[in-house]
């Protein structure tokens, strides 16, 4: 072997060579302890890199690891434990520690003296029933701590938030081997909610955030109903922070009320953002947003967007009004041009669209819609698939009424670890123009997430998704609300459209249902924030309102993701099974977030 090929390797040999030093411990630990207390007084005295120079080192280094170690037996409730530190040897020292844990304390009586004034009965009850201490319990420090926190917390939920504890008294009794601690607590007064005292720079109107408080004048306080208000304005995502506190107590109001201070810093009050997207089955995309918010200071957004890609180019304006008349319902209204020109289909048209969405929990939601859209639809006459085709030209005007719904348990919106998701949405349809006639559209979608481990780093993801238009079929159903599968976002690896029946010179028909299924298994950190998925997906379109499953497609791939703040980059490649002669050999996907 060269001396060059070697260099590399020694390079990074020396570069690990620190990590692949073995540690000792910083001082041996003697005596006969419970093997958790052990691990414990262990992980407490900590490791060092190299054995100590001189008796001197190894003496202080003793006295270190005894004084860790008492720490550790005195918060397990040892506290009649002895810790002897010596050294042994002199080529090298060896620092010991000798460690006999003598009898573990036990609770004994514990108290809680009210710091006058005193909560009314049934406030007391309830924070000392949160004590949750019993005598004959072990004398842990971190127990008796945190039960300390938990009558506090219980007095913030029941309307008292400037309750604090005291310097608290402990016994220990090493005659009895037990401990008594008594718990000094000031509840202070019960609070009772003012409006809202809006400090902001930006414009947002001080009614609007009133009505969004989730209570009343004269309410009790609790910390959830603040904790909510804060959540109602921050997903309105105009804000960059949003604080919420309650007054100080010189703030409260002749009636004994007390306002919650709110606290807002606007974003830009105009953005503009651009993206761009490719895959081999749709092309390159490139997407501009230009944004204003909170025009009318009630955390508002008028967005226009411009869109020019392969295979649809538009034009839209939006306005979305958060919290409109309730918290939890959005507004929203817009209109658009369109330009689409598909394998599948052509279409111009022009659009508007209203829409009420209602949140349900924190990710879940209803939704109401009306849309009416006009303009001149390009398509092949179904009946007659093989060549020469027949062109079909109508000018229609279409209006769909929309009803969603999502239930989503899952731990992240973006790139769940765990949970589901439900989706179903049912459109019905009025067609008039060149032909008039009435359909119902409906898909439904389930997602499952599930961990492989208990880092959850590996992830196995599945969906399913069926569809079926009732009422129409054939030529009466327009072109661009037909069913199609195929592409990034439904099954990877055939052309965008390329699943289902096709006319001769290989353009998508669509069809009247539409069934999918995936699974995927995701890994991540393999490498910093670079992890992998492979995948199969499966899917087929149907002619008819029953998902058709003689015809079933399947494709196989792998991709990377790049993990970010606010979701995955992804880059896929797939390959379809029992390719025709109008699939692709493979494709490939680059975007921003998951398959699913």
Avoid: C
Wanted: glycine residues 10%.
């Amino acid at each position: 072997m060269r001396l060059g090929s070697l260099i590399p390797f020694l390079v990074i040999a020396g570069s690990l060579w620190p990590s692949m030093a073995t540690a000792e411990p910083r001082a041996r630990v003697d005596g006969d302890l419970p093997e958790s207390l052990g691990e414990r007084i262990r992980d407490a005295v900590g490791e060092v890199d190299e054995a100590p120079a001189n008796r001197f080192q190894a003496r202080r280094r003793a006295r270190d690891a005894a004084a860790s170690a008492l720490a550790v037996l005195r918060s397990e409730g040892y506290y009649g434990a002895e810790v002897q530190d010596d050294v042994e040897g002199d080529s090298p020292p060896v620092p010991v520690i000798s460690i006999v844990p003598g009898t573990r304390f036990e609770l004994s009586n514990p108290e809680i003296e009210w710091i006058a004034p005193e909560p009314d009965h049934a406030t007391l009850a309830q924070a000392e029933a949160a004590l949750n201490l019993a005598p004959g319990q072990p004398g842990r420090a971190v127990d008796v701590l945190a039960a300390e926190g938990r009558v506090v917390a219980r007095l913030s939920e029941l309307g008292y938030p400037d309750a604090s504890a005291g310097q608290r008294r402990v016994i220990v009794d090493h005659a009895a081997s037990s401990l008594q601690p008594t718990f000094r607590i000031l509840a202070g007064d019960a609070v009772r909610l003012n409006g809202v005292l809006l400090q902001t720079e930006g414009r947002t109107n001080r009614a609007w955030v009133e009505s969004l408080a989730p209570w009343e004048p004269g309410d009790r306080y609790t910390p959830d109903a603040v904790a909510e208000l804060e959540r109602r304005l921050l997903e309105t995502t105009v804000y960059d922070s949003v604080s919420i506190a309650l007054a100080s107590p010189e703030a409260t109001t002749p009636d004994g009320l007390r306002p919650v201070v709110v606290t807002l810093s606007d974003q830009p009050r105009r953005v503009l953002e651009a993206g761009a997207g490719y895959s081999t089955a749709e092309g390159v995309g490139v997407d501009a947003l230009w944004t204003w918010r909170n025009r009318f200071g009630r955390a508002d957004t008028l967005t226009f967007d411009v869109r020019l890609a392969e295979i649809n180019s538009r034009i839209g304006v939006e306005l979305s009004l958060p919290h409109w008349r309730q918290p939890g319902r959005t507004l929203a209204m817009s209109a658009y041009v369109l330009d689409e020109d598909t394998r599948a289909y052509d279409r111009r048209v022009g659009g508007a669209r209203v829409e009420v969405r209602q949140r349900i929990g924190e990710t879940s939601f209803l939704s109401g819609s009306a849309a009416i859209e006009a303009g001149s639809y390009g398509e092949l006459d179904v009946n007659n698939l093989v060549l020469p085709l027949t062109p079909i030209e109508r000018n229609l005007v279409i209006a769909t009424f929309g009803a969603i719904g999502l239930i989503d348990s899952t731990d992240n919106p973006l790139d769940p670890s765990r949970g589901w998701r439900f989706s179903a949405d049912v459109q019905p349809t009025l067609v008039t123009g060149d032909g008039s006639f009435a359909f119902l559209r409906a898909t439904s979608q389930l997602s499952v997430y599930r961990p492989l481990d208990e880092s959850e780093k590996t992830i196995v993801a599945g969906r399913i998704r069926v569809g079926s238009i009732t009422g129409a079929s054939g030529n009466d159903i327009p072109s661009d609300r037909r069913f199609y599968s195929g592409g990034g976002g439904s099954l990877r690896g055939f052309d965008y459209q390329g699943v289902g029946p096709q006319f001769q010179d290989g353009t998508p028909v669509g069809g009247a249902s539409l069934f999918e299924t995936s699974i995927e298994i995701r890994r991540r950190n393999i490498w910093h924030e670079l992890g992998a998925a492979v995948f199969v997906d499966a899917g087929s379109i149907g002619t008819t309102s029953a998902p058709d499953f003689s015809d079933i497609r399947y494709s196989v791939g792998a991709g990377v993701r790049y993990d970010l703040p606010f979701g995955p980059i992804r880059a896929d490649i797939a390959v379809p099974l029992d390719r025709r002669d109008t699939d692709p050999e493979f494709q490939v996907y680059i975007s921003i977030g998951q398959a699913f």
